[in-house]
T-cell receptor, first 113, second 113 residues
Framework: DQQVKQNSPSLSVQEGRISILNCDYTNSMFDYFLWYKKYPAEGPTFLISISSIKDKNEDGRFTVFLNKSAKHLSLHIVPSQPGDSAVYFC????????????FGTGTRLQVTL | GAVVSQHPSWVICKSGTSVKIECRSLDFQATTMFWYRQFPKQSLMLMATSNEGSKATYEQGVEKDKFLINHASLTLSTLTVTSAHPEDSSFYICSGSFTDTQYFGPGTRLTVL
């Protein structure tokens, strides 16, 4: 039972444009959501997070939007840069940030010149 | 951000032997650490939650006698894969919770021949 889903396995975006990565979840107990960036053979790097009491959180080029009624969140990267090319995972936890994370299947982002 | 290290970064062992992987939080104290596993082209799957000074909590389907976890101090957790078999070959990643975020180590690539 995949509780966190990223339905797009890959995404290609031109440099300077906006990248939008999507994530859906099924467990209504999730109250904290995070996005991680990962390169092959490396651990995930934290990007940005959002609590379920908010619907938007912004940090530099990264913005995360949360739609609780649709159980959907998205990560916007603007402008996209070649260095953003990586696999992006969304993750969710129930019971706060110190709780275990359930990861999505990942989306590979390719930013082209 | 907080830094988590893992050692070794990669290991090759013979079937039937045991392998120990160390996870250290370098600049913060982690009451709770988590161990994940990632098979090729799959998501990160939580194996167990490690709490300092107490027994680890294992996820369903993870054999606690095969994957021994010790969280001896606030900065060190170890995972020992006992009697390793080729199907245990995977990428093992640990994380520690700090200031409302989980920070991940670089991972350990285990190959069992």
């Amino acid at each position: 039972d995949q509780q966190v889903k990223q339905n797009s396995p890959s995404l290609s975006v031109q440099e300077g444009r906006i990248s939008i990565l999507n994530c859906d979840y099924t467990n209504s107990m999730f109250d904290y959501f995070l996005w991680y960036k990962k390169y092959p053979a490396e651990g995930p790097t934290f990007l940005i997070s959002i609590s379920s009491i908010k619907d938007k959180n912004e940090d530099g080029r990264f913005t995360v939007f949360l739609n609780k009624s649709a159980k959907h969140l998205s990560l916007h990267i603007v402008p996209s840069q070649p260095g953003d090319s990586a696999v992006y995972f969304c993750a969710a936890s129930a019971g706060g940030t110190a709780s275990k994370l359930t990861f999505g299947t990942g989306t590979r982002l390719q930013v082209t010149l | 951000g907080a830094v988590v290290s893992q050692h070794p970064s990669w290991v090759i062992c013979k079937s039937g032997t045991s392998v120990k992987i160390e996870c250290r939080s370098l600049d913060f104290q982690a009451t709770t650490m988590f161990w994940y596993r990632q098979f090729p082209k799959q998501s990160l799957m939580l194996m167990a939650t490690s709490n300092e000074g107490s027994k680890a909590t294992y996820e369903q389907g993870v054999e606690k006698d095969k994957f021994l976890i010790n969280h001896a101090s606030l900065t060190l957790s170890t995972l020992t894969v006992t009697s390793a078999h080729p199907e245990d070959s995977s990428f093992y990643i640990c994380s520690g919770s700090f200031t409302d975020t989980q920070y991940f180590g670089p991972g350990t690539r285990l190959t069992v021949l």
